[in-house]
Structures are given as structure tokens and as C-alpha cells.
Nanobody, 116 residues
Framework: QVQLVESGGGLVQAGESLRLSCTAS????????MGWYRQAPGKQRELVAG???????NVADSVKGRFTISRDNAKNTVYLQMNSLKPEDTAVYYC??????????WGQGTQVTVSS
């Protein structure tokens, strides 16, 4: 059974940093392209950053230069380093596959709140 467990969120002030982690089980993690998504209240879920099985990365324009995605296949974990956080980054952050059918079920997500 697939399980995605996100952690690392919190309440920070603008300009501060957070590192999110997502550990996956029930899948062959190393062959999956993985992404971080976020959903703010009243908004659609959006892809923030993705990393392929081969390590190629891409990030959304809104977070370019501030967020970095990485993965550790030995730990079945994908990370999102978030620097220079802004109030508009406030959202629930989720990890899941990208470029394919979403893994089910989604994890519970981790709340990131950035105060101004």
C-alpha cells in the first residue's frame, strides 16, 4: 500500500527558511519522478517543483531561485528546501509523483504559514 508522509512545515516569518521532507513507502521510489505540490485556501493545487528519477529538476517560476528540490533514494525521501519565504507561499504542501498518474492516496500534507 502506498504511503506518503510529509513533514517539516511550520509557522515562520517572511524571509526565513524551512525544509520539507516526504518519505514514501509501498512504491519503488527510485524509478518515480517526484514532485512537491501546494494548495492554498480557495486555490487549486499547483506543482511547485519536480525531480526526475535521474535527478533532473524543475521549479515553478514563482519559487525559482528560492526553492530547491532534492531526493535521497536510499531513504525513499524527497526534500524541498524553501528559502526567502514569502506570505504567498502559505499553503499545505504535498508530495506525489509527477508526469504520471498520481499516487493514491495523497498524504496528509504539511502546513506552511509565512507571516509578514
Amino acid at each position: 500500500q502506498v504511503q506518503l508522509v510529509e513533514s517539516g512545515g511550520g509557522l515562520v516569518q517572511a524571509g526565513e527558511s524551512l525544509r520539507l521532507s516526504c518519505t514514501a513507502s509501498g512504491i519503488i521510489f527510485s524509478i518515480n519522478d517526484m514532485g512537491w505540490y501546494r494548495q492554498a485556501p480557495g486555490k487549486q493545487r499547483e506543482l511547485v517543483a519536480g525531480i526526475t528519477s535521474g535527478g533532473s529538476k524543475n521549479v515553478a517560476d514563482s519559487v525559482k531561485g528560492r526553492f530547491t528540490i532534492s531526493r535521497d533514494n536510499a531513504k525513499n525521501t524527497v526534500y524541498l528546501q524553501m528559502n526567502s519565504l514569502k506570505p504567498e507561499d502559505t499553503a499545505v504542501y504535498y508530495c506525489n509523483a509527477f508526469g504520471r498518474t498520481y499516487l493514491q492516496p495523497w498524504g496528509q500534507g504539511t502546513q506552511v504559514t509565512v507571516s509578514s
